[in-house]
DNA sequence: CACCTATATACAACTAGACAAATCTTATCC
DNA sequence: GGATAAGATTTGTCTAGTTGTATATAGGTG
């Protein structure tokens, strides 16, 4: 706690004032510039300092725009029922999405066996990034069988919601039947869009959601932001 | 006069040179290798000189910058009415501040039971490094009740004075109430501002000023450089 | 021996300056 | 009002230079 180098107590300072909330959680912080002035120190110190804070996930940066303090870290509930805006508001968090694409395509070989539909069978591919507190905290792309439901996507489009959407196509319920999660490294378009770094882990989830029944409804893979989000399995 | 080792011979040199002002007081000395070049003996030996000068309050160094030659130390007085600016002035200096940080946050415990606010209040945070000559001697951080004096922040910002800013909030005058005295060790980054080594000594004043009714109006810490300053307390 | 002086080498921490890339701001035009 | 262009800001990256620290070696002195 005593000998730490210039950086070292400029960070601590820093995160000091983050977690009192004098400076308040996703504002930004003030320049390199101004920071190198107020700490009377060299900008590639400063710069030192934040690099620090961003490995710890408290601050993230973008160029040309300024550094900003990051939301809290997001727990996203696993259990049988998986619903992505309930999940958020349940854990205070305002959530949103962006569509990225909406789409008509052939099932892949997976995503034909998975749904339990025939080879080269048309599919609805949905694909977008899930936000909470106007923070990205995933990208998702789902398919569902286009034979069964002639026109979600027009439902998708009009209700921004694939809960909504189905309910619209009579389903009512629909259950998560499997769920596989690894770790993979972030390409730098997905890094991109979920403002991390290349080669930053992400949670990678599959999964698939079926009727009461058991009949698949959708698959899908969602690309979670490590540093962002922890899955819960509770329950 | 004979018998010295080569370090002690020049540093007595150096120290010459510092006096008869042909390295002037402010400016900076040539690099640690280029004396080694001068003088013909290793870096090591050059910076055994530096540092006996620099415990001499001769020279102070800055890592990554470079050696300079000091200003004289100050006399600052402490009475009834404290004023940076004249106290400065009288003492044949040129007085100047620079602004590191001025915002607005909760009053901690101690600060709200001394200006004798409510818990949580807001307060005007202004923090700072007091010059003269130039030449840091101390810093500074300073509250304000932000329900009675509204408008401080835009008034010390415009008018760099906190004497003036008060001023315009229709405080006249006001009168250093308590002023509590000890002894800290500098941290690193509170040695980078003043110039000085980390866990040098610093004069520790606390301090409450209030108007002539008696009523809290100020609260606040400055940290002395010990090397530079020596507080008198004559009537 | 213990201690100081001095040399030699290597690395860490920090400063200094410059430039590039992304973004934000502002003026201008239609 | 909206699109465009120019300029200013801000972060990212790079090279170079300076002080701070640690380790190892050797000679001289009390």
């Not at 700490?39 to 934040?50: C, F, P, Q």
């Not at 998560?176 to 403002?195: E, F, I, K, M």
């Amino acid at each position: 706690m005593k000998n730490q180098t210039l950086w070292q107590g400029i960070a601590s300072d820093l995160e000091k004032e983050i977690v009192a909330g004098s400076l308040a959680r996703g504002s930004r912080l003030p320049t390199e510039s101004m920071l190198s002035q107020r700490y009377g120190v060299n900008r590639h110190t400063i710069r030192k300092a934040l690099s620090h804070l961003a490995e710890k996930s408290l601050i993230w940066s973008k160029r040309g725009s300024g550094v900003f303090v990051m939301q809290k870290p997001t727990i996203y509930s696993m259990g049988e029922r998986v619903r992505f805006s309930q999940n958020l508001l349940d854990a205070g968090r305002t959530p949103s999405r962006q569509k990225l694409s909406l789409s008509q395509r052939l099932a892949t070989h997976e995503e034909a066996s998975s749904l339990k539909i025939k080879k080269n069978s048309k599919v609805h591919h949905y694909e977008g990034i899930s936000f909470a507190d106007d923070e990205p905290i995933a990208l998702f792309h789902s398919v569902f069988c286009s034979k069964r439901f002639p026109a979600l996507d027009e439902y998708i489009e009009d209700l921004q919601s694939v809960t909504q959407a189905l309910k619209k196509c009579g389903v009512n319920d629909y259950i998560r039947a499997t769920t596989y999660v690894s770790a993979v490294a972030a390409s730098s378009l997905q890094a991109n869009h979920l403002r991390i770094k290349p080669n930053d882990p992400l949670l990678c989830t599959t999964s698939l959601n079926t009727d009461k029944s058991g009949t698949p409804i959708e698959f899908g893979r969602t690309y979670f932001s490590g540093k962002h989000v922890t899955l819960s399995y509770e329950a």
